[in-house]
Nanobody, 124 residues
Framework: QVQLVESGGGSAQACGSLRLSCAAT????????MGWFRQAPGKEREAVGN????????NYADCVKGRFTISQDDSKNTLYLQMDSLKPADTAMYYC?????????????????WGQGTQVTVSS
């Protein structure tokens, strides 16, 4: 059974940092591709980045490249999203997702498994 549970959201000041966690069942991690997405009120869900669990390679959206880092801890079955240099525009609900295979890593449709989300609010 695939279960994904996000945590670590909250409030931060601009230029601050937060680290999100996604606790996953081993089955979920074996799905190979783990992604982070976000959705702000009134906007479509957008990709933040993803990680290929077998080799740790990552992809990032241009708007977070250089500020956000995705990593995994296999011993804890946990995926992380380290967010630095936060901006008010980063305010959104953040979701982790899993998939066996992705062709377009940025497309939410490619991920069948999702967590419930964790809210991030960045103030100026």
């Amino acid at each position: 059974q695939v279960q994904l549970v996000e945590s670590g959201g909250g409030s931060a000041q601009a230029c601050g940092s937060l680290r999100l966690s996604c606790a996953a069942t081993k089955y979920a991690l074996s799905r190979n591709y783990m992604g982070w997405f976000r959705q702000a009120p009134g906007k479509e869900r957008e990709a933040v980045g993803n990680l290929y669990a077998r080799d740790g390679s990552t992809n990032y959206a241009d708007c977070v490249k250089g500020r956000f880092t995705i990593s995994q801890d296999d011993s804890k079955n946990t995926l992380y999203l380290q967010m630095d240099s936060l901006k008010p525009a980063d305010t959104a609900m953040y979701y982790c997702a899993a998939s066996n295979f992705v062709g377009r890593w940025w497309d939410a449709v490619e991920y069948p498994y999702w967590g419930q989300g964790t809210q991030v609010t960045v103030s100026s």
